[in-house]
């Protein structure tokens, strides 16, 4: 049996309302091509996928760029 990859990274768990039926659904907060989706899973509609956040490359970056200068920062 060979591995299954998925087309996204996995981030977190998050608890939503569906946009639809309003009942309160689970959802999986992942990365996919430099975008931040939430993918949630309604009991009477299945998934529906809502964007969170784009540009995630800009975001990573920076990120990266401030922990490299609070490492600088607390070396000296």
Not at 6 to 14: G, N, S, V
Not at 45 to 71: E, F, H, P, Q, Y
């Amino acid at each position: 049996m060979t591995a299954r990859t998925r087309p996204y990274l996995f981030y977190d768990i998050a608890i939503s309302i569906c946009s639809q039926c309003y009942a309160k659904v689970e959802g999986k907060i992942v990365f996919q091509d430099s975008n931040v989706y939430l993918l949630k899973k309604c009991q009477f509609l299945w998934w529906k996928s809502t964007t969170i956040a784009t540009l995630l490359a800009r975001s990573v970056t920076r990120t990266a760029d401030l922990r490299g200068c609070n490492t600088a920062l607390s070396r000296t």
